[in-house]
């Protein structure tokens, strides 16, 4: 049979015979992949105003809308710390507003539990327009209309980019179940 | 697509309880949240230490960034430049031969200076720079302002140093860890920092606004003498930033001033120095309260 067709024991996961998905791989992906985005809007200088969507927060809502179950409700404590310290926002604003928001989407999925792409990019645009202006309320600096004006662009932007980290969170979802351990 | 079924819980008692717990959990890391953040909104400096560490172990990536942005800006700039070259040779030929005159007349000026100053009694001391490093981050999501560059404690950067790259005034240190050290940046809506005039002696405060733009907001209120264009620099006074150094250009005059627009790019700078205090002793005096006697051991910072 292999030598007719190479990959006929395989699927996208890999070799479906004898081998299982790493489980070190499987469990820690999804987090250090949000730490990674929280990590990333750092390392860009922008001395003007904020332009880089919160990339940390994006990757969380991309997780929890795409693989339900898989973070725990209450990850947005030890995760949105971290974003804290990074993030130049005040500590304990992202722990908050995180968890908020696993809260919300588990509400929202409870009360539509059939999905499609326009709800989940719905309701991820929601979350994040409402964590955006929510962080300006608690970043410790005195609120001007300058301020809300300035955060438009950065706004537009990260609602624009969710279908694209919602395809990243599957591509990872994939590389994650990847059956590379090999059992004997 | 339906949630797996996995998480609805039916009839069965442990599934029930094992979803409760999750709303009880996430539910408690939100009120731990607000309480962390009631404290840092109370206390700025509250969680400092926690910040800088996770900074310091950040920062051999932010250097790789710094690097890789100072060339991929030069690549870019080398190909506009190719493009521009001939106009520009004129218009340079142009300012070239102003630029001369106006060197002679500084010449004369530095002169006059140092004989002014001979007779104030004044020493004409460089201030060097404590140390020079990069940018290697920034708060690019947030609303705050915040730099973060690649020195710290150990190479002597303190709080409250002025930040500056060759063009002018960057920021202010506003915490130190090892290694790394947060820079509130002049476009922070926090900032304030006393200018004045080139051109004539106006002084003023430069405010950030949060949206790149500085405030200039008029000591003296009156006839509003700021002209678009003016470059405003340093004055000097409380004591952090030594005078004389370039803060920002008026873009727009309004009633009580203007709106400036900060005169270097820190995402184009390259290196940035860190300066020591100008005059720490009149920093301690500031921050002393009237009844304390200066020099008997008040806040020693």
Redesign the interface.
């Known amino acids: 049979m292999e030598r007719i067709n190479p990959r006929s024991r395989t699927d996208r996961y890999g070799k479906r015979i004898n081998r299982e998905p790493l489980p070190l791989l499987a469990y820690s992906l999804p987090y250090a992949s949000i730490l990674l985005g929280s990590?990333l809007?750092?390392?860009?200088?922008?001395?003007?105003?904020?332009?880089?969507?919160?990339?940390g927060f994006m990757m969380l809502l991309g997780w929890r809308i795409m693989r339900?179950?898989l973070l725990?409700?209450?990850a947005?404590?030890p995760l949105?710390a971290?974003d804290?310290?990074?993030?130049?926002?005040?500590?304990?604003?992202?722990?908050?507003?995180?968890?908020?928001a696993?809260?919300a989407i588990?509400l929202v999925?409870a009360r539509f539990?059939?999905?499609?792409f326009w709800q989940d990019w719905i309701s991820a645009a929601l979350a994040t327009t409402s964590y955006i202006l929510l962080?300006?309320v608690?970043?410790?600096?005195?609120l001007?209309g300058?301020?809300l004006?300035?955060?438009l662009p950065?706004l537009l932007i990260a609602v624009m980019l969710y279908p694209v980290i919602a395809r990243f969170v599957a591509w990872l979802d994939r590389l994650r179940l990847m059956r590379i351990r090999v059992v004997a | 697509?339906?949630?797996?079924s996995?998480?609805r819980a039916g009839h069965s008692r442990k599934a029930q309880y094992s979803v409760f717990t999750?709303?009880v959990?996430?539910?408690?890391?939100?009120v731990?949240?607000?309480?962390?953040?009631?404290?840092?909104?109370w206390r700025?400096a509250?969680?400092s230490d926690?910040?800088g560490i996770?900074?310091d172990a950040?920062e051999p990536?932010?250097q790789v960034?710094a690097e890789a942005?100072s060339e991929s800006s030069g690549v870019v700039g080398t190909i506009r430049d190719y493009f521009r070259a001939g106009s520009q040779n004129a218009q340079l030929r142009k300012e070239n031969e102003l630029a001369r005159l106006r060197l002679a007349e500084a010449e004369a000026v530095i002169q006059e200076n140092k004989r002014l100053k001979k007779l104030l009694g004044l020493q004409d001391q460089e201030l060097a720079p404590v140390v020079v490093t990069r940018?290697?981050?920034?708060?690019?999501?947030?609303?705050?302002?915040?730099?973060?560059i690649g020195a710290g404690r150990l190479d002597g950067v303190r709080v409250g140093m002025p930040v500056r790259s060759p063009r002018g005034i960057?920021g202010r240190v506003l915490e130190v860890s090892s290694n790394t050290s947060r820079v509130l940046?002049l476009?922070?809506?926090?900032s304030v920092l006393p200018v004045r005039s080139a051109r004539d002696d106006t002084v003023a405060f430069a405010e950030g606004?949060?949206?790149?733009?500085l405030r200039i907001r008029l000591v003296n209120l009156g006839i509003n003498p700021i002209k678009k264009g003016d470059l405003f620099v340093t004055s000097g006074a409380g004591g952090y930033y030594r005078p004389g150094v370039a803060v920002a250009i008026a873009t727009e005059v309004t009633n009580d001033g203007a709106v400036a627009r900060?005169v270097t790019?820190?995402?184009a700078a390259d290196f940035v120095a860190v300066e020591p205090i100008w005059q720490p002793e009149l920093v301690a005096g500031t921050q002393t309260p009237a009844s304390t006697e200066l020099g008997a051991g008040g806040s020693g910072n």
């Open positions: 990590l809007p750092v390392l860009f200088i922008s001395a003007e105003m904020p332009l880089m969507p919160p990339l339900p179950g725990p409700q209450w947005g404590l949105g971290f804290d310290l990074l993030s130049g926002q005040p500590f304990g604003s992202a722990i908050l507003l995180w968890s908020l696993m809260i588990e999925e539990p059939w999905r499609g962080a300006i608690f970043s410790g600096a005195k001007t300058a301020m004006t300035v955060s950065q | 697509m339906a949630p797996p996995s998480r999750g709303y959990l996430a539910a408690v890391g939100a731990i949240g607000a309480v962390l953040l009631a404290i840092s909104l700025p509250a969680f926690v910040r996770a900074v950040v990536v932010g960034g942005r940018l290697v981050g920034s708060t690019a999501s947030s609303t705050r302002r915040f730099a973060y960057v940046l476009t922070d809506s926090e606004r949060g949206n790149g733009q900060m790019d820190p995402s």
